[in-house]
């Protein structure tokens, strides 16, 4: 006799990142699709998708140390700068190949990270947060007056190359970007899986009971903060080698807010909650850019280039939305849906 359901039959199964046969099928589709996706799908749509992997990323490592450790930061742009411009210095400067500068890129990020993510081991709630948004200032004003990053004129980053082959188009960068973000996201998904995971978790959920049942809250914070740092200095790396120009202009304290945004609005402690965050956010830029210049014409006190400012406007509207009717984000209706899927046809 079948069994009736799914369900585990040990600790193994439980905790798997793919569990059944049908999802192994979805998985390996997906995957097809993804890097199949340049040969059928326009410029504009691939230049999206590499935007959104690279979000996808930077908000991977805000999900960790925000989400999971629950340790508040807004300076995950700063830190996406850092990775750009050490990946651009490394390249420039010092003629590394690009396979060398992106991973010492997230540990050049990482490390000025642990410095950041000092006082938490102090403080916590809005004045840890007070301490990233200055921490991002600190690093724009070293970055504008430091010589070896070009000052106010910013570097110009080669494209990547390997044997020969250079990455120069957007169609052959995605698949750097995308195989970045693959690897990152598993990482990160199976990162909670283990000790130091369930140790972020105890932190965010209460960080005295859990330094009463032994974590070790100063190793544990600090580490938080460098994984987070050390995902957006890779993202940040490959911002810089996509676009082949860094300047501080890319990387302003409304980019950390963004990010911040596509947290909340995907869900907070979801791995599927970051790509729920940052797909929602970006077809909503999409779309405020695409409709801007009618709105304009119908709304004339917006000025002649309302994108911005419809931009923000349609950006604090959505958070504001989420916060009230669906505080736990997209992620949260996901797993809604996916409960009533399994029980079908007896959801109740």
């Known amino acids: 006799m079948r069994p009736c359901g799914v369900f585990d039959k040990n600790y193994a199964q439980d905790i798997?990142?793919?569990r059944t046969w049908q999802h192994w099928t979805i998985l390996i589709i997906a995957l097809i699709v993804l890097y199949l996706f340049p040969l059928f799908g326009s410029y504009y749509l691939t230049s999206f998708m590499n935007l959104l992997a690279i979000s996808v990323i930077v908000v991977l490592g805000l999900q960790i140390v925000s989400g999971y450790c629950g340790q508040i930061s807004f300076g995950q742009a700063a830190f996406m700068a850092i990775g750009a411009y050490t990946s651009s210095i490394l390249t420039i400067h010092f003629g590394l190949s690009f396979w060398i500068a992106l991973p010492l890129s997230g540990i050049m990020a990482g490390a000025i990270g642990i410095i950041g993510g000092a006082p938490s081991l102090r403080i916590k709630g809005m004045y840890l947060a007070m301490a990233t948004i200055a921490i991002h200032f600190v690093v724009i004003w070293l970055i504008l007056h430091l010589e070896i990053t070009g000052s106010f004129k910013g570097l110009y980053p080669p494209y990547p190359s390997l044997g020969g082959f250079e990455f120069d188009t957007d169609e052959r960068m995605y698949y750097i970007i995308m195989t970045v973000m693959v690897i990152m996201t598993y990482a990160a998904r199976n990162l909670m899986r283990t000790k130091v995971g369930r140790a972020f978790v105890a932190i965010r959920d209460n960080d005295l009971a859990g330094e009463v049942m032994g974590v070790n809250l100063y190793v544990y914070k600090l580490l938080a903060f460098f994984i987070a740092c050390f995902y957006a200095g890779v993202a940040g790396s490959l911002w810089a080698h996509l676009i082949?120009?860094?300047?501080?202009?890319?990387?302003?304290?409304?980019?950390?807010?963004?990010?911040?945004?596509?947290?909340?609005?995907?869900?907070m402690g979801s791995i599927p909650g970051v790509f729920f965050g940052v797909l929602f956010i970006r077809i909503l830029n999409e779309v405020v850019m695409f409709t801007s210049p009618?709105?304009?014409?119908l709304l004339p006190w917006l000025g002649t280039s309302p994108a911005a400012a419809l931009g923000l406007i349609a950006f604090g509207l959505a958070v504001i939305i989420f916060l009230i009717f669906e505080p736990r984000g997209l992620a949260h209706r996901w797993?809604?849906?996916?409960?009533?899927?399994?029980?079908y046809p007896f959801a109740y």
Not at 248 to 267: K, N, P, R, S
Not at 335 to 343: D, G, M
């Open 16 to 18: 798997a990142i793919v």
């Open 294 to 297: 009618a709105l304009a014409k």
């Open 244 to 267: 082949t120009v860094v300047n501080t202009e890319q990387f302003t304290l409304l980019h950390a807010l963004e990010y911040v945004g596509m947290l909340i609005i995907g869900g």
């Open 335 to 343: 797993e809604i849906f996916k409960a009533s899927y399994r029980l």
